[in-house]
């Protein structure tokens, strides 16, 4: 029941943020905004999102799950629905940085919940659960949301989805407990979360907050390196939650509405590659393979394979442009899993910040991926500098798993 309210809690999170990619080229024609703009709407989102990582998991950390999730998920649900109001660049922009201050504790949220119910050996699997969460939601809602922008267009696509989120955030607030206060969980299962590393004690365990233990964390290098990783895992992702359907249209020249279900395909191939990534990783730690390595090799080998985006530069068949970004999308679906690597080596008592310290590295590139994506669009005319950019960064991220990470080992305070 708990790994289906993050899981829920995550498909919502996805489709607000991502709706904004499904209506920018009719939207982008009604608002009078430019390739370069909306490159700048598209990464509006997470200035204040990455801005506000840190925040977020200090008050998660202070105020418990249960509490903060609400208020974040009732809010950038708000926003998200209020954009169907919106009349130009600026008001856009307004509402898009609002939604990312309010989505901030999502992923600190989700870690953290890991960490508490449920024990190592299977963490993998859970992170990979509610991050697949994330992706198949999208796959088989697109077409509908296609379809509803077709049939009532752009702006109640944003009002149906707004109000999905804020309805939802009922159904958290009446069901979600944290271990030590639920009353569904019997001792027995209590003692074997905490046997196997899991928080039961929840609130009890959490740190007071100083400055300093920003950067102690960012001093350690397992820390310091899947940081850089995460860059560059969000990189691809950040790609297909915003350029990938203007992508198929105007670089492949595909149909509007051929490109809401050809669409579905790399959402589909992510969410498999979520789960495979968490069953070999659970599989290798139950068959004595290192944490190390159980661990950090299917992100590596996803990082390593995401690259292969830049060869759809290189071929004319519109099938095989799509099974290269199917490859390219199931890797990072794999590399994603690198959330559960932040509840295997967070402080105890600070599973919220660290797990925000992260998700500011994740998207830092949800800042960066759509500007430079954009201006090389607008300054080119094509894609195919920006697959170039993209397949150059995933490799970046394997080479600092491979030479930066580490052991991996829970960091303690000094």
């Known amino acids: 029941m708990i790994l289906a309210l993050i899981a829920i809690g995550t498909t919502i999170n996805y489709l607000d943020r991502s709706v904004v990619g499904i209506a920018a080229p ?5 608002l009078g905004l430019n390739a370069a703009l909306m ?8 200035w204040t999102y990455t801005a506000s990582q840190i925040p977020a998991g200090i008050l998660l950390d202070r105020f418990g799950t249960r ?3 609400y208020a974040a998920l009732t809010l950038w649900s708000l926003f998200t629905g209020l954009q169907c109001l919106a009349t130009g660049f600026f008001s856009l922009l307004g509402l898009r940085l609002s939604m990312g201050v309010a989505e901030a504790p999502c992923f600190p949220t989700n870690s953290r919940v890991v960490a508490m119910w449920f024990p190592q050996h299977e963490r993998a699997r859970a992170t990979g659960v509610y991050t697949f969460a994330e992706y198949i939601g999208l796959a088989f809602l697109t077409p509908l949301l296609f379809w509803i922008q077709a049939e009532f267009g752009w702006r109640m696509l944003f009002a149906i989805v707004g109000g999905a989120g804020i309805a939802y955030g009922f159904v958290w607030w009446s069901k979600y407990r944290e271990p030590h206060a639920a009353k569904t969980v019997n001792q027995a299962e209590l003692d074997y979360i905490e046997a196997g590393g899991g928080v039961v004690s929840g609130a009890k365990t959490s740190q007071r907050f100083e400055w300093s233990q920003i950067p102690y964390l960012l001093r350690q290098r397992a820390m310091a390196g899947i940081c850089i990783g995460q860059f560059a895992c969000n990189s691809t992702n950040v790609f297909f939650l915003t350029w990938f359907p203007t992508y198929l249209s105007q670089e492949r020249h595909m149909e509007w509405l051929k490109v809401g279900w050809i669409a579905v395909l790399p959402f589909i191939a992510a969410s498999v590659g979520t789960l495979v990534g968490g069953w070999i990783s659970d599989a290798l730690l139950r068959r004595g393979v290192s944490l190390n390595w159980a661990r950090k090799g299917p992100v590596i080998t996803g990082l ?3 690259s292969v985006i830049v060869t759809a530069n290189y071929v004319r068949s519109d099938a095989v442009v799509i099974a290269i970004l199917c490859v390219a999308y199931f890797a990072q679906g794999m590399s994603a899993l690198a959330w559960m690597i932040v509840s295997d080596i967070a402080p105890k008592g600070l599973l919220g910040l660290s797990g925000g310290i992260f998700n500011l590295f994740a998207n830092a590139a949800g800042i960066v991926t759509p500007l430079m994506i954009g201006l090389i669009v607008n300054a080119t005319g094509s894609f195919v500098g920006a697959l170039a950019f993209i397949s150059v960064v995933t490799l970046t ?4 798993y491979i030479f930066v990470v580490g ?3 829970r960091i303690e305070l000094n």
């Open 397 to 400: 991220g394997a080479l600092s």
């Open 39 to 46: 490159g700048v709407i598209f990464s509006a989102f997470s």
């Open 304 to 306: 390593l394979l995401a």
């Open 67 to 69: 509490t903060i999730y």
């Open 407 to 409: 052991d991996l080992k």
């Open 26 to 30: 009719t939207m982008s024609r009604e």
